[in-house]
């Protein structure tokens, strides 16, 4: 089970932070990542976490702005998001699959998604 939450109405450069909490004792054994869509767009990788070796790659777009991290003893992974921008605006998704040593931050590489919060950014 993936749940997450945290979205709301921003006013650009403002902050927000999202939660996604998994099902207890499962998140030392899965892959995490954010996942965000836009309107008219596909859904993008923001953040991908590799369990295997502690990895974490960002959007190219994200890269100092946002920062992952987790919480074991709660089972959550948190997504800190800074200086928000107007096109950050979309439906945050929070994905998990079970570890493997390699793992591309692409949508079809995770079985189970959350229900997604919305992210908006105001100009």
């Known amino acids: 089970q993936v749940v997450e939450s945290g979205g709301g109405l921003v006013q650009s450069g403002g902050s927000l932070r999202l939660t996604c909490v998994v099902s207890?004792?499962?998140?030392?054994?899965?892959?995490i990542a954010w996942f965000r869509q836009a309107p008219g767009k596909e859904r993008e990788g923001v953040s991908c976490?590799?369990?295997?070796?502690?990895?974490?790659h960002y959007a190219d777009s994200v890269k100092g702005r946002f920062t992952v991290f987790k919480d074991k003893a709660k089972d959550t992974v948190y997504l800190q998001m800074n200086d928000l921008k107007p096109e950050d605006t979309g439906i945050y998704y929070c994905?998990?699959?079970?570890?493997?040593?390699?793992?591309?931050?692409?949508?079809?590489?995770?079985?189970?998604w959350g229900q997604g919060t919305q992210v908006t950014v105001s100009s």
């Open positions: 976490i590799s369990t295997n070796d502690g990895s974490v």
């Open positions: 994905a998990a699959d079970r570890i493997v040593a390699y793992r591309r931050c692409v949508p079809a590489e995770y079985d189970y």
């Open positions: 207890k004792g499962t998140l030392p054994y899965y892959d």
